[in-house]
Structures are given as C-alpha cells and as structure tokens.
Nanobody, 114 residues
Framework: VQLQASGGGLVQAGGSLRLSCAAS????????MGWFRQAPGKRRELVAG???????NYTDSVNGRFTISRDNAKNTVSLQMNALKPEDTAVYYC?????????WGQGTQVTVSS
C-alpha cells in the first residue's frame, strides 16, 4: 500500500491547515489509520487516528483543535488542524495498519510561526 500525503505548509499561530492522505488501496477494512508527527529532536508521536471499528482518538495536546475524518470512497484520511500553535511544528506522517502490516507516508512539513 502506498500513502500519499499532502497539505503541509507554513502558517501563523492561530491559523489552520488541512492534511490529506490518499491510500493506493481500500481503507474500508483496516486495523488503524491516522497521523503521527515528529518535531526536531523529539520522538515520533501519534496525533490522531481511526481504529478499525471507526472510533477516533487524539493526543491530548490537539484535542478540540484537530479533527480527523475519512472518506472510504476516496481511500482518504484527512486531518483538519485549527488554532495551530508553534509547538505543532513538525513533520506529519500518515500511517496505516492493514492486516497488521504497517505503512508510512512520506511526511509533510507543518511549520507554525509565532
């Protein structure tokens, strides 16, 4: 499975960005799909995602500001990021766990200026 991420960029604090991840195969039956991020000098962390049952989860720092959504018809998962903060600056990676095999997208840079 190939994952193509898009939508990163530079935005001022308080602004919004929308990330999209398009999978080359169906995402109807998955174990997990979502977004991770990695800031310079820090470990990669989970941002938000969908479980196989359709439930969503978010890391505490983005709860209430970020919204993850999926479009099964387009094999796409999106992350709407509002009220961005400088600490959200990172490379964001799309992640898919399907049939218990992990796939990563190429990463897209999000930079939030203060």
């Amino acid at each position: 499975v190939q994952l193509q991420a898009s939508g990163g960029g530079l935005v001022q604090a308080g602004g919004s960005l929308r990330l999209s991840c398009a999978a080359s195969e169906s995402i109807f039956s998955i174990n997990y799909m979502g977004w991770f991020r990695q800031a310079p000098g820090k470990r990669r962390e989970l941002v938000a995602g969908f479980t196989g049952g359709g439930a969503t989860n978010y890391t505490d720092s983005v709860n209430g500001r970020f919204t993850i959504s999926r479009d099964n018809a387009k094999n796409t998962v999106s992350l709407q990021m509002n009220a961005l903060k400088p600490e959200d600056t990172a490379v964001y990676y799309c992640y898919l766990l399907k049939y218990w095999i992990a796939y990563w997208g190429q990463g897209t840079q999000v930079t939030v200026s203060s």
